[in-house]
């Protein structure tokens, strides 16, 4: 979808006006001084997050794996096996939740 007034994509990332881009660079220059190396808090909360992220991503991908046409045809050859590759796949999904249920109130109630 394009803007009509401005012929580019809404989602284009130009500022708007010259105020705009000069608070950005503020929040950008002032967001450098926040890096992990400075804080024992925010390198954890960073490891733990980018750690869940790509955890949420393999069951994402695992999952995605089972309705493409490869799982298909895995069950239709062996129906008792991808039963139990889909099981485990919930298990671990269920398991990512779990550590998440701790690892949220840890960083944000803490």
Request: charged letters at 20%.
């Amino acid at each position: 979808p394009t803007d009509p007034a401005s012929d580019r994509p809404h989602f284009w990332p130009v500022p708007r006006s010259e105020k705009v881009a000069k608070i950005e660079k503020e929040d950008v220059e002032h967001a450098e001084t926040f890096v992990p190396k400075h804080s024992t808090f925010f390198a954890t909360y960073f490891t733990i997050t980018g750690l869940h992220g790509l955890h949420v991503l393999g069951g994402v991908l695992v999952f995605t794996y089972f309705w493409l046409p490869i799982g298909a045809n895995l069950y239709r050859r062996n129906p008792e096996h991808l039963a139990n590759r889909v099981e485990v796949a919930g298990l671990f999904w269920h398991f990512v939740d779990l550590v998440w249920i701790f690892v949220f109130p840890l960083f944000y109630l803490l």
